[in-house]
T-cell receptor
Framework: NAGVMQNPRHLVRRRGQEARLRCSPM?????VYWYRQLPEEGLKFMVY????????ESGMPKERFSAEFPKEGPSILRIQQVVRGDSAAYFC???????????FGPGTRLLVL | AQRVTQPEKLLSVFKGAPVELKCNYS??????LFWYVQYSRQRLQLLLR??SRESIKGFTADLNKGETSFHLKKPFAQEEDSAMYYC?????????????FGKGTKLSVIP
């Protein structure tokens, strides 16, 4: 099992561009979580998704950020019109069930110039 | 609101010395506590969770509800223990899947 996969590992965007971050959960996992880690901070929960459903997006900024987990393919975290404050590491995790251990991907480091 | 505090940003110990990484939490209900570790150039991985009451790689952690602490301990540090350690909490009830992380402590074991 390859574990949770995230790509790209590093992403550079200029202010105003769009960033798309992809996450493929572990095989058999249908629960996906996104976390953001700002510099010098701990990981902060953003959103929890199951296949085709957003269960909890309470940690996600209301504007410019969206997430999806389609029936086929990876989960996508999309950030429109990026600003410098979006520069961070974005981690995806997946679990087999709701209260099961969350396994983390390697993260995507987003740098907004 | 739930909060996790790791007071030490960096901890350096000599090989063979005891290690204690501190973690304090704030939560009104019954939390579940975790320690995650991130070795250099590797992904974040679960080290242990308090409900398991197990020892992993020689590390143990006991939940102290009176002091609201979940300190990570190891009697004899090894060089391969050098890593970033994060304490995390999940609550009970709705939203219990949300992990709240501390800022992390970087452990450096000096040969």
């Amino acid at each position: 099992n390859a574990g949770v996969m995230q790509n790209p590992r590093h992403l550079v965007r200029r202010r105003g561009q769009e960033a798309r971050l992809r996450c493929s959960p572990m095989k058999g996992h249908s629960h996906v979580y996104w976390y953001r880690q700002l510099p010098e901070e701990g990981l902060k929960f953003m959103v929890y998704l199951q296949k085709e459903n957003i269960i909890d997006e309470s940690g996600m900024p209301k504007e410019r950020f969206s997430a999806e987990f389609p029936k086929e393919g990876p989960s996508i975290l999309r950030i429109q019109q990026v600003v410098r404050g979006d520069s961070a590491a974005y981690f995806c995790a997946s679990s087999l069930g709701l209260m099961e251990t969350q396994y983390f991907g390697p993260g995507t480091r987003l740098l907004v110039l | 609101a739930q909060r996790v505090t790791q007071p030490e940003k960096l901890l350096s110990v000599f090989k063979g010395a005891p290690v204690e990484l501190k973690c304090n939490y704030s939560y009104s209900g019954s939390p579940e506590l975790f320690w995650y570790v991130q070795y250099s150039r590797q992904r974040l991985q679960l080290l242990l969770r308090h409900i398991s009451r197990e020892s992993i790689k020689g590390f143990t952690a006991d939940l102290n509800k009176g002091e609201t602490s979940f300190h990570l301990k190891k009697p004899f540090a090894q060089e391969e223990d050098s890593a970033m350690y994060y304490c995390a909490l999940s609550g009970s009830g709705a939203g219990s899947y949300q992990l709240t992380f501390g800022k992390g402590t970087k452990l450096s074991v000096i040969p």
